[in-house]
Nanobody
Framework: QVQLVESGGGLVQPGGSLRLSCAAS????????MGWYRQAPGKQRELVAA???????NYAHSVKGRFTISRDNAKNTVYLQMNSLTPDDTAVYYC??????????????WGQGTQVTVSS
């Protein structure tokens, strides 16, 4: 069983910063891509940022230059540093991981979600 546990969400004022973390645990062979999605009320879940095992990154246009995704392969952890936050960034943030549970089988796993609220 693979679990993704997120932390770091909360309430922040516009212009502020937050850092999200997501750690994978359980029995698996390795993790390839990891990333973050978000879902605001009444909207579809959207990709925020993704990172490969080799640290190639991809960002949504709306967060480029403000958010930075990184990972620590030794700790099976992905991070999302969010700066210059605006109310439009308010959403539940979900981490995901593409996990090779054994050499020949890859599954996608999701965290439980962490609320990020940007408000004065």
């Amino acid at each position: 069983q693979v679990q993704l546990v997120e932390s770091g969400g909360g309430l922040v004022q516009p212009g502020g910063s937050l850092r999200l973390s997501c750690a994978a645990s359980g029995n698996f062979f390795s993790i390839s891509a990891m990333g973050w999605y978000r879902q605001a009320p009444g909207k579809q879940r959207e990709l925020v940022a993704a990172i490969t095992r080799g640290s190639s990154t991809n960002y949504a246009h709306s967060v480029k230059g403000r958010f930075t995704i990184s990972r620590d392969n030794a700790k099976n952890t992905v991070y999302l540093q969010m700066n210059s936050l605006t109310p439009d960034d308010t959403a539940v943030y979900y981490c995901y991981a593409e996990v090779w549970v054994v050499v020949s089988t890859r599954n996608n796993y999701w965290g439980q979600g962490t609320q990020v609220t940007v408000s004065s």
